[in-house]
């Protein structure tokens, strides 16, 4: 099985587990999504990279024209539908597909977002030159996702993150840096305009929960926390008892250059 075959069989059968789970239902991203959706495309064709769950489009899809809700998983946008109808979203359409290869014309869009899916992207590179490409002149990119250590120890960090995140989801692929993101962002045409970041609070439980982890890799998790040094166990302020850890999340809103 190939990596995206990978993404849609693990979040097929998770899809409705991520519409209520409230790490993605809620969060202060979404009011900042929802202002620049009416800041910068009123009116106009925003689009849903990796929709996931359909959070993010659920906040922008009052403030514009109308909104794709964009995915890989099939079950994932079946769930969109769905809840947009229940909601009363009636501007809100999805559409399959990979974020490598967007089937969108060039400059279709004021405005791509992506929200907790770049971590899944096999090329984030190739995605983001294609988010350039169906964005319009002056377009604006919002990516928001988990992103990797930096400062002190940030090595030994982002070893013991990549690694809880593969062993919870086979279909993850990296959390990169803040640094990272700024180098790819630049080097696809983009022009960074904001940054955000914050803490996301992370239940060790129905984080396992919502992915269904196996019994033999949930243990592997508990292992490494166990066994993690103190800087890791500091850095991600894990709780002893339950488990319960903080990420750290980032916005990056980007300007796409003409």
């Known amino acids: 099985m190939d990596h995206q075959g990978a ?66 998983s099939r079950d994932m946008l079946d769930v969109v539908a769905r809840a947009a109808t229940e909601r009363g979203l009636a ?8 974020a490598e290869t967007l089937p969108f014309a060039d400059g279709s869009f004021a405005l791509v977002a992506s929200r907790y899916s770049a971590h899944h992207w096999g090329d984030p590179v190739a995605a983001l030159r294609e988010a350039a490409r169906v964005l319009a002149p002056g377009g604006t990119l919002c990516l928001i996702d988990v992103v990797g250590p930096q400062g002190p120890h940030a090595a030994l960090l982002d070893s013991h993150l990549q690694a809880i995140e593969l062993l919870r989801d086979t279909s993850h692929v990296r959390d990169y840096s803040r640094a990272e993101w700024r180098g790819m962002l630049t080097g696809t045409g983009f022009a960074l305009q904001e940054e955000h970041d914050w803490r996301l609070d992370i239940g060790f439980a129905s984080w396992l929960a919502r992915m269904r982890t196996p019994p033999a890799l949930e243990a592997a998790i508990r292992q490494l926390l166990a066994h993690a040094p103190d800087e890791v166990l500091a850095y991600y302020q894990v709780d002893p008892d339950t488990l319960d850890f903080r990420l750290e999340s980032a916005m990056f809103v980007a300007r796409r250059a003409d």
């Open 91 to 98: 501007s809100l359409r999805t559409q399959h597909g990979r």
């Open 7 to 72: 993404v849609v069989r693990q979040f097929g059968v998770q899809a409705q587990a991520y519409l209520s789970s409230p790490v993605h239902a809620q969060g202060r991203d979404l009011a900042q999504l929802a202002e620049l959706a009416a800041r910068v495309a009123s009116g106009a064709v925003a689009l849903d990279l990796g929709c996931g769950a359909g959070h993010a489009s659920f906040a922008m899809a009052p403030h514009v024209g109308e909104t794709v809700a964009y995915d890989l």
